[in-house]
């Protein structure tokens, strides 16, 4: 009998895939993506590696086997069904999710205000490289924040000579937004579906947001801002400088080149714990008297929030 199927760290895994047009099944015990189209004799194959694979993006036109599913979330990959070049996120599969202990305290920071205050402090020093004013509420610095990133996609356009009218896209209406927003917007999708892998790796909720509130991925928000004037912005503007015939495409290869370069995988949960770790609480430990699974989990060799 083989032995169990365990987790590879996101640190150790590639970033994304993403599948347009195609059943997904599992066929011989191998993650595949099945095209039948054409007049061709014998269906053809793709092979993805799905546990070597932090997050898989399926967009229209894909179907997914309930065996397929189930592979992914024993190998914890994250799916992401998404509409029209990634951008409209319709649902996402759980292939770990909050652990208790982990969920607790997150909650404990984000619900007192003293605490979630800290925590934004330090995830501005870490993505402004510099620490914030003091004396200044969360809302404060949000939009100082926000004054911040403006003059930063200003500065972009202008390095790389591409008009620029403002950050302005509708998911409903794809094909209306200019060049730039459409590469931003293919590019930041990407980056969230990697730090929605990631952060439900570590173990914690994406809704449960410090800066973001309100949103089923406020806290998926919150991490990748940290990232993204460092990775995929610059793409995307690079991306929408050269003009390319399939820009969508040319974005995600961007992403994918990007995101191997800086190492994201291997940063983004350590960022996590030392983030959280700002709020200067100890993270909570199961009572004494808790009463323990009927079957254990064996040991895994994946992230903390990634089921054996």
Request: proline content about 8%; overall charge positive; hydrophobic content about 45%.
């Amino acid at each position: 009998m083989l032995p169990p199927l365990k987790p590879i760290p996101i640190k150790e895994r590639m970033s994304i895939v993403f599948v347009e047009k195609g059943e997904i099944d599992v066929v011989d015990g191998a993650f595949v993506v099945v095209d039948n189209q054409g007049l061709r004799v014998r269906p053809v194959l793709t092979h993805i590696p799905v546990g070597g694979v932090a997050c898989i993006m399926l967009e229209p036109g894909t179907r997914v086997s309930h065996r397929a599913a189930a592979l992914a979330a024993r190998v914890g990959t994250l799916l992401v069904w998404v509409g029209e070049a990634g951008v409209r996120l319709y649902s996402s599969g759980q292939p770990g999710g909050a652990r208790a202990d982990r969920l607790l305290y997150q909650a404990k920071l984000a619900l007192d205000e003293a605490l979630r205050l800290k925590v934004v402090r330090k995830m501005y020093a870490v993505r402004f490289g510099e620490e914030p004013p003091t004396r200044r509420s969360v809302e404060q610095l949000r939009g100082i924040e926000g004054a911040r990133v403006r003059r930063t996609y200003q500065l972009l356009a202008q390095k790389f000579g591409v008009k620029w009218s403002g950050r302005d896209y509708n998911p409903e209406s794809w094909d209306v937004s200019d060049l730039p927003n459409r590469c931003l917007s293919s590019a930041t999708a990407a980056l969230y579906g990697v730090t929605e892998a990631a952060v439900l790796a570590a173990g914690y909720a994406p809704a449960v947001g410090f800066i973001h509130t309100g949103k089923p991925l406020s806290f998926v928000y919150d991490v990748a801002d940290i990232y993204k004037f460092e990775t995929v912005v610059p793409a995307a503007f690079k991306v929408a400088a050269s003009g390319p015939p399939n820009p969508e495409r040319a974005v995600r290869l961007a992403c994918r080149d990007i995101f191997r370069q800086t190492k994201l995988l291997e940063r983004i949960i350590p960022d996590i714990e030392e983030i959280l770790a700002a709020g200067e609480i100890p993270r909570p430990e199961a009572p004494e008297n808790a009463v323990g699974p009927a079957i254990p989990n064996p040991e895994n060799l994946g992230d903390a929030g990634h089921r054996a």
